[in-house]
T-cell receptor, first 115, second 116 residues
Framework: KAGVTQTPRYLIKTRGQQVTLSCSPI?????VSWYQQTPGQGLQFLFE???????NKGNFPGRFSGRQFSNSRSEMNVSTLELGDSALYLC??????????????FGPGTRLTVL | AQKITQTQPGMFVQEKEAVTLDCTYD???????LFWYKQPSSGEMIFLIY??????QNATEGRYSLNFQKARKSANLVISASQLGDSAMYFC?????????????FGTGTRLLVSP
């Protein structure tokens, strides 16, 4: 089975712009979660989607949003980029999403740099 | 609130030796899962091992084992027979199972360096 894929792998934007990141989960996985990783704050949970519905959200401003499509692929969007949004954005998928013991498998991440 | 603490910013070990990476946790949920992930410099988080709070035995996966001490709220990762390829960041993470959500809370990580 192919793993979690994320595109693009690297992105450079300027302040004020917006960006969309994409994540394709492992085939058959229906839950997709997003995390932000920075040197200062570490790994922080952004949101989780299951069956096209956001069912959990971390403590991030409304500039961060996401969605999930019927094929379980997910996108996250960051509007009005700030320098502090520079980070590695990781997507993770898990199988049913109904079992809390499901293991999350991560993609390679998208490294966003905001200038 | 759930919290994961990894007190070792960096660890050094020689090839073929065993190493223990520490992880302590705090949660008010009696039902939780503990995970360890490895993150090489490429950035991808690689799942290593899982331990459930009600599991009677310590988890093992190949060269990885988890020393789970529930009363002490610790879940240390033991890597036996270290290899050069084990050099990476290691993260301990926890999920509170009663929420039904997939959210993981991570520790700050331990950077492991394996020397020849």
């Amino acid at each position: 089975k192919a793993g979690v894929t994320q595109t693009p792998r690297y992105l450079i934007k300027t302040r004020g712009q917006q960006v969309t990141l994409s994540c394709s989960p492992i085939s058959g996985h229906r839950s997709v979660s997003w995390y932000q990783q920075t040197p200062g704050q570490g790994l922080q949970f952004l949101f989780e989607y299951f069956s096209e519905t956001q069912r959990n959200k971390g403590n991030f401003p409304g500039r961060f949003s996401g969605r999930q499509f019927s094929n379980s692929r997910s996108e996250m969007n960051v509007s009005t980029l700030e320098l502090g949004d520079s980070a590695l954005y990781l997507c993770a998928s898990s199988s049913s999403g109904s079992l809390s013991t499901d293991t999350q498998y991560f993609g390679p991440g998208t490294r966003l740099t905001v200038l | 609130a759930q919290k994961i603490t990894q007190t070792q910013p960096g660890m050094f070990v020689q090839e073929k030796e065993a190493v223990t990476l520490d992880c302590t946790y705090d949660t008010s949920d009696p039902s939780y899962g503990l995970f360890w992930y490895k993150q090489p410099s490429s950035g991808e988080m690689i799942f290593l091992i899982y331990q459930g709070s009600y599991d009677q035995q310590n988890a093992t996966e190949g060269r990885y084992s988890l020393n789970f001490q529930k009363a002490r709220k610790s879940a240390n990762l033991v890597i036996s027979a270290s290899q050069l390829g084990d050099s990476a960041m290691y993260f301990c993470a926890m999920r509170e199972l009663n929420t039904g959500f997939q959210k993981l809370v991570f520790g700050t990580g331990t950077r492991l360096l394996v020397s020849p």
